[in-house]
């Protein structure tokens, strides 16, 4: 049977949660492994800034080069190591909602996105601060408009203007739902943070993966990706077979368009319906009866016509051993073989030598 098509919302808040929860159980320890890896990097690039800030606060001053050295060192990996492990870890839960196993290296894979994802990143700090200003609603808006731009960097190596008009786009009608998912997860990752560090992992994994699934969702709902399912032999399909050779053989090329005619890869083109010539008699033998030949004819028409099927032209003349012939010429139809009868010479033309 045909699937129709069902309408459906653009992200479900229960599914988000259930991709989070159900990723988090299946790949708890590869997703652990590439948030410490990400930890113990980022760990690495604010060690230069630390020793500063630890120097200061202890007295024990360094000396100036050393100072003015690590500072910028310090600027530097924070200026590179941060995008690259935000990027990093969007990719690592995008995996894990695609049912693929994350790993730490996948935190170095993201590199040549870097310069679209740290310029979308500045543009949005941009946009973000006077948005706040004004009576704060607009800057609600602009995030939660624009919540999707790092995974389409990310997913699908947008540019950042790019990312802002396809995250605008897809978010269209969703945003009080969106709202709605990020307060709910606000909820969870506190809930964990009251654990400590055994709820808290936990809670940042479930908030990360269902921010991720919502992406997936919104997504492949304005892509149109929820594909219907055609079975060769249903009457659909053969509806649409009819459509596409009506079109074809009007040369209508609106109609090909119709909304009507199914599209999709998956349907298989028309086959061209068989040419059947009419026969000839001209080289047939002599029979024995004329009438009994011109009986078998008018039931052929007879039982076309009930079916429903085209009936070929004859052509040519029959002769019996007494000399009498009959011509065929063309008819245009099986009723019109029907209707003629024995003595409608004007469909047959009878003779008599």
Request: glycine share 8%.
């Amino acid at each position: 049977m045909t699937q129709l098509p069902v309408v459906r919302d653009k992200f479900s808040v229960e599914k988000c949660l259930s991709d989070g929860w159900k990723g988090m159980i299946s790949h708890f320890l590869p997703l652990f492994g590439v948030m410490v890896v990400s930890f113990l990097i980022m760990a690495m690039a604010t060690l230069p800034t630390a020793v500063v800030i630890v120097s200061h606060i202890m007295k024990f001053p360094l000396p100036a080069i050393a100072d003015v050295f690590l500072s910028v060192l310090g600027m530097v990996a924070g200026f590179v190591v941060g995008p690259m492990v935000q990027m990093g870890m969007l990719r690592a839960c995008l995996k894990v909602i695609d049912n693929e196993t994350p790993s730490p290296k996948d935190l170095f894979v993201c590199w040549p996105y870097f310069w679209q994802f740290f310029s979308a990143g500045f543009l949005m700090k941009c946009m973000r601060f006077p948005a706040y200003l004004c009576f704060i609603f607009p800057g609600i808006w602009l995030d939660l408009s624009f919540r999707f731009y790092e995974y389409f960097v990310v997913d699908r190596g947008m540019g950042p203007i790019q990312a802002f008009r396809a995250s605008n786009q897809v978010t269209k009608g969703t945003l009080v739902r969106i709202a709605l998912t990020e307060v709910i997860l606000l909820v969870v990752a506190a809930i964990g943070g009251m654990v400590l560090i055994v709820g808290a992992v936990p809670a940042a994994m479930i908030v990360m993966l269902a921010r991720a699934s919502m992406y997936r969702q919104v997504l492949q709902s304005f892509l149109g990706e929820n594909k219907v399912e055609y079975d060769p032999d249903d009457e659909a399909r053969d509806f649409d077979d009819k459509l596409r050779r009506q079109a074809r053989l009007a040369g209508d090329p609106s109609l090909k368009e119709s909304g009507a005619v199914i599209v999709g890869s998956m349907q298989k083109p028309p086959q061209e319906e068989p040419r059947v010539s009419a026969p000839s008699f001209v080289d047939a033998p002599p029979v024995d009866d004329l009438e009994a030949a011109f009986a078998n004819l008018q039931k052929q028409a007879q039982k076309d016509a009930a079916e429903g099927a085209p009936t070929p032209a004859p052509q040519g003349d029959m002769t019996d051993d007494g000399g009498a012939r009959i011509s065929l010429r063309g008819v245009e139809s099986s009723a019109e073989l029907t209707n003629g009868g024995a003595d409608n010479e004007g469909a047959f033309g009878v003779e008599k030598k």
